[in-house]
């Protein structure tokens, strides 16, 4: 079956401008994760959405947020972009969700950001 | 201080080494994850543990829950096996570690 999906692959933003990154789980997982892995902090935990409605987030600013949507497909936007904020962002999708026993996760390819 | 503690932060293996890596973490967990990453940023799931040890292949993976210590075995370890290996442990949400950077040198 399809894996985890993830586009754009690579972009390059302006500083100031907002962006939108697209996951696309594998079929039937209700759970889709996102995450940021930079090579000074690591990956670091953004935020859980599960049927539609966000679970669990970490300790990001509000220009970091997300949505999901009926089909499980989930959006991740940053606005007012930082040079900070150039990253791999990867996503996860699972059955349950990243905090629940036995739930394996699957993780995309990762988009890669970069804000010049 | 971070919630989860991996070393070695870099590895290098002779072809054919058994190697250890290990992870130590200080948060309450539902489950430990072994992750591996490879250049160009795909991450795999290796193993996902609660207790005991796990075995797949040349790899094997253990957790101590009441020393919230976790440790990935490679035996007979083969260049393909170089990579990043992430621990991380899910509570309320994913902690991760910092990673150790594997190289097998044929």
């Known amino acids: 079956k399809a894996g985890v999906t993830q586009t754009p692959r690579y972009l390059i933003k302006t500083r100031g401008q907002q962006v939108t990154l697209s996951c696309s789980p594998i079929?039937?997982?209700?759970?889709v994760s996102w995450y940021q892995q930079t090579p000074g902090q690591g990956l670091q935990f953004l935020f859980e959405?599960?049927?539609?409605?966000?679970?669990n987030k970490g300790n990001f600013p509000g220009r970091f947020s997300g949505r999901q949507f009926s089909n499980s497909r989930s959006e991740m936007n940053v606005s007012t972009l930082e040079l900070g904020d150039s990253a791999l962002y990867l996503c996860?999708?699972?059955?349950?969700?990243?905090?629940?026993?036995?739930?394996?996760?699957?993780f995309g390819q990762g988009t890669r950001l970069t804000v010049v | 201080k971070n919630e989860v503690e991996q070393s070695p932060q870099n590895l290098t293996a002779q072809e054919g080494e058994f190697i250890t890596i290990n992870c130590s973490y200080s948060?309450?967990?539902?489950?430990l994850h072994w992750l591996q990453q490879h250049p160009g940023g795909g991450i795999v799931s290796l193993f996902m543990l609660s207790s005991g040890k796990k075995k797949h292949g040349r790899l094997i993976a253990t957790i101590n829950i009441q020393e919230k210590h976790s440790s990935l075995h490679i035996t007979a370890s083969h260049p393909r096996d170089s990579a990043v290996y992430i621990c991380a442990v899910t509570g309320n949400q994913f902690y991760f570690g910092t990673g150790t950077s594997l190289t097998v040198i044929p």
């Open positions: 996860a999708s699972s059955l349950a969700g990243p905090t629940s026993m036995n739930t394996e996760a699957f």
């Open positions: 959405y599960f049927s539609e409605t966000q679970r």
């Open positions: 079929s039937g997982h209700r759970s």
């Open positions: 948060v309450g967990i539902s489950a």
